[in-house]
């Protein structure tokens, strides 16, 4: 059977291709969403300290998991170009080296999850929401490695437009978060009362699972044989250095912003544990938007780098279109619901006879107002930053998300909190910086640099085996 792929058997681009590659991709992406909605619901319902400091200690640990995380998911470009050019076999070895780094990035979080306590003193929280941020910030670091793993395996299916498997092991996922939250943070089944460790714990358990499932499905015999799941030596030197080269920018990128705008939750969290609380609930809900939006971001990067693989350009710019058309449709939709009806959303958070907690609410129902604001915003910065991404064009995408995100959102709102900025002007910042974020990327795509990018070699389908099959044969 050949390995390459026939013009015809690559998708269009067209909103149909799309929605077939991308709705799995949406409804996985729906999955983990779900989770950290249930995360903040349950926590919300639990105690006001554990919603309060569920947002800055999961936000950290992601960021500082993301630089691992962006790189090995970034093998998801990989895959995608290597399946568009005809190299099957490529497939199997890319993943291997994301787990590679996934193993790395595993130990390093479990290293800095020594230094819990110290890090929480500098954001000068509260000490009643240090006391619950510290032992969920050290749980979901010591436990990171296998989330991390499960990005690597989940590009070995969506870089080849097998998204309905990447539905089928988040949505496994997000069961088991759920049934293991309701148990390990209320007690439930005869289980301790564990609160917000609890919910880190049936966080960690879930991605475990998932990545056991991944591992499970990319070493069927199949695989083996026809992708090269399990070549003869797993660590390919050649391929790792580059899938650093073109991954660690986007890990990079990834990294450094979620950090931004960890520096944004940090100095909202000085101003008062309901300030804190309100935002949480309000980035609760952004995240129900926004993540599944992401979905379709990988959509558009899977087909943008299958058709620049190929050498289909058109095909590429395609898809871009009917992303965009389909992430603003879906924010037009969410913001109308968000501006329609935010007290029946909001209301999900309420605990059960704090009337305390009825400002709190106020304030959050108004936070929903600015996050409708940058919705349209962030539509435009997803589809074209995983565009460009698709191609390869990390490095540009790396300088431009530091500069963006550490330029006009983490410094700005430092600035502003020294000179007694409100809670309500911070806010303001965040919407402009969405605004920029989405300007500056649109503007790199319309530009075209990234239709010349590659990040396989392009020297035929059997380039890099062949290379790393010599290496083998000398020893190396």
Partial sequence: MSDSLTAAALPGGGIRDLIRIGAPLVLASAGHAFRLFIDRVMLARYSPEAIAASMPAGILCFSLMAFFIGTTSYVNTFVAQYSGAGQRRETGSAVWQGLYIAAIGGIVMSVISLQSEAIFALMGHAPEIQAQEVPY???????????????????????????????????????????????????????????IVGAGIATSIASTCGALLGAFLFLRPSNRMTYGTWPARTFNPVLFRRVIRFGLPNGLQLGLELLAFMVFIAVLGRLGSEELEAANIAFGLNAMVFIPMLGLGVAVS??????????????????????????????????SAFLLAPDAIISVFARAGDAAQEATLKMAKQCLFFVTAYLLFDAV????????????????????????????????????????????????????????????????????????????????????????????????
Avoid at 148 to 171: C, D, K, Q, Y
Avoid at 305 to 316: D, L
Avoid at 396 to 406: E, Q
């Fill in 381 to 476: 910065y997803v589809v074209y930053s995983h565009a460009i991404k698709g191609a390869g064009d990390t490095r540009y995408a790396l300088c431009a998300g530091i500069l963006v995100s550490w330029g006009t959102l983490a410094l700005p709102t430092w600035i502003a909190i020294r000179g007694g900025a409100s809670f309500w002007t911070l806010w303001a910042i965040l919407v402009v910086h969405v605004f920029i974020a989405a300007v500056v990327f649109a503007t790199r795509y319309i530009g075209g640099k990234w239709q010349t990018m590659r990040v396989n070699e392009m020297q035929g389908p059997e380039s890099v085996i062949a290379e790393v099959d010599l290496q083998v044969d000398r020893g190396i």
């Fill in 137 to 195: 910030f050290r749980v979901m670091s010591c436990l990171g490695f296998p989330s991390m793993a499960l990005s690597a395996l989940n590009a070995f299916w969506s870089g080849r437009g097998r998204t309905l498997v990447v539905m089928a092991i988040e949505l496994l996922c997000a069961a088991v978060n759920v049934v293991l939250n309701a148990i390990l943070i209320y007690g439930y089944a005869g289980m301790p009362e564990m609160g």
């Fill in 302 to 335: 899977v087909i943008v780098g299958q058709s620049v693989g190929a050498g289909n350009i058109p095909g590429a710019q395609r898809a871009v279109r009917s992303g965009f058309i389909l992430a603003v449709l879906y924010n037009l939709a969410i913001g």
